[in-house]
């Protein structure tokens, strides 16, 4: 999710959508990995926790999700508080993997972090993740800003260049130390932390992060890696880009349903459109 996002005020346009919330974890269920949630006072969203997620377009503050995951600098704090005065939590959107030339801060970033362009991604490169003395400052000063303007958590983008063309020979060591300083930098600001994708290394993280984001597990076959989240009562949110609301709600549901996700279908460009499962 890595697009030039807007968010503008916080007076809201109500757009259609069809919504639900995710299937609650039957008493029943599993212990899918033996791994308990954090033992914490901090929040930690469940299986069952409704989920928005705008980064462009006019907000729409009046869909029924229980948390707004939204960009961390686009976002105003009076827009974070009035969502709080509405019982909603809040969540900010960080890129920690990839520099965003568009950003406030882009220019904190020297050219000797900055590798390959991410992909088809305007204005974006990997970055160099074992300059932690060079990043961890900037992400760091980012997390403060999260903080500061009221947010509940942090959804941090791009935990995963060790799997990517990014011009640096990352390890998956080198990968879980920044992944894992994502998650303890949240926690010591008090902030809730998900992990956003990275399933090759989910197993190693899920004992760091409170839940999970991940993007398109139902197209690409690996929803299932996260049931070590949902499988201890901790939320997963699947969002889905394809252009097919049939497909959607006859074969992706009975998925997330199987695997006590949250699934949604949004546009690309992130915008308030949302096609969520039907509530059971």
Not at 1 to 25: D, V
Request: charged share 25%; glycine share 8%; aromatic share 12%.
């Amino acid at each position: 999710m890595k697009l030039h996002c807007y968010l503008l005020g916080a007076t809201a346009l109500a757009l259609t959508a069809c919504g639900g919330s995710g299937s609650p974890l039957p008493s029943s269920a599993q212990n899918l990995s033996g791994v308990s949630a954090p033992t914490t006072a901090r929040w930690i969203p469940t299986v069952g926790t409704t989920y928005q997620i705008q980064y462009d377009g006019k907000l729409d503050l009046k869909y029924p999700a229980q948390v707004f995951d939204l960009d961390m600098f686009d976002t105003l704090p009076r827009v974070v508080a009035r969502l709080h005065h509405m019982g909603k939590r809040v969540i900010c959107y960080i890129d920690v993997g990839t520099w965003e030339d568009w950003r406030p801060d882009a220019k904190e970033f020297p050219k000797s972090v900055l590798g390959r362009k991410d992909g088809r991604w305007a204005g974006e490169r990997w970055l160099d993740i074992r300059a932690t003395s060079i990043l961890w400052p900037i992400m760091g000063a980012r997390y403060d800003l999260c903080k500061k303007k009221g947010f509940d958590g942090v959804d941090p983008d791009n935990l995963d260049g060790y799997a990517n063309n990014t011009g640096f020979p990352l390890t998956y060591a080198e990968q879980l130390t920044y992944d894992e300083w994502a998650a303890k930098a949240a926690h010591d600001r008090g902030l809730t932390v998900d992990q956003k994708g990275d399933n090759g290394q989910v197993k190693d993280l899920v004992k760091f992060f409170d839940f999970a984001v991940v993007e398109q597990c139902f197209a690409q076959r690996w929803c299932h890696q996260f049931n070590v989240y949902s499988g201890n009562n901790r939320l997963v949110v699947d969002v889905e880009y394809y252009h097919d609301n049939t497909r959607f709600l006859k074969d992706n549901c009975p998925e997330a349903a199987k695997n006590h996700d949250f699934a949604m279908l949004k546009k690309l460009e992130l915008t308030a459109w949302i096609l969520t499962c039907p509530a059971k």
